[in-house]
């Protein structure tokens, strides 16, 4: 891995945890447990169709690492690895189908994303009650995946990535 | 931007989900009890009839129950979305606060009014 690798895998991360930061200033409006926009998924999608997964799980790792140590707790981190590694995953398999745009991918990201959290949830607690979120949650999870989607279709399509790296 | 098959399946799947939530719907009940979890073990069963305020796990969080409706009324968590989710009182609903490993639950059976007992 070279230095220039290392500093754009920087600057990616840098922007998943600015993401992550703003949509931590957007009031909440939906009292759910688990549902959020997911902002810094965007940074994640086009780093995994422009760069490939390696980079992206770093970045994924390194992000929900700092904001969790930053923000949040033991608990919150082991919460946001699960859902956002699976969702990370989900959409690597079906970006090696290809055969899925770019906003079914991150739909599906989203939905396995919440999926995760729910799980984590309910196993943690013990309480089986929580399942009872999933149908709204995964719903929340197919919007946030669409307005995620087309913001990263729009950057995957439009922007002219200058460097590539060979993969 | 998405493809037409894709399109299909999501809103099959939306259409799932709707009618989860109906299904949902018509297993909603008000419930008897208040059945508070830490780290996974049942360590509290209220009634939802009896109104009170109840400190957990050292004043991690503060239960109360008021008017048949359970909710959380302070949390040490930096969130604060256990508290913000207002009250519950059917047995589809619960609070759960993760970072203190904490959930609200709302029971109507036998076996939690077996623990209440003990």
Redesign the interface.
Known sequence: MNIKKISFISIFTTLALIMSYIEMQIP?FI???GVKLGLANIVIVVVLYKYGLKESVIINLLRIAIINTL???V??FI?AFIGGFLSLFMMFLLKICNK?????VS?MGGISHNIGQIIV?VI????K??L?????L??FG?ISGVII??IS?VILKKIHFKYEFNN | MIKKKENIVVVIVILVLLLSLFIIKTIKKEGKYVIVRLDGEIVNVYDLSENGTYVLNDGSNILCISNYKAFLLKATCPDKLCVKQGEIDEITESIVCLPNKISIAISNNKESYEYKKN
């Open positions: 909440t009292m759910i447990p923000f949040g707790s608990i919150s919460y899925f745009s770019y906003v079914f739909i949830a943690i607690t013990n309480t009650e929580i009872y979120y999933l149908p709204v995964i719903l197919i989607g087309i279709a």
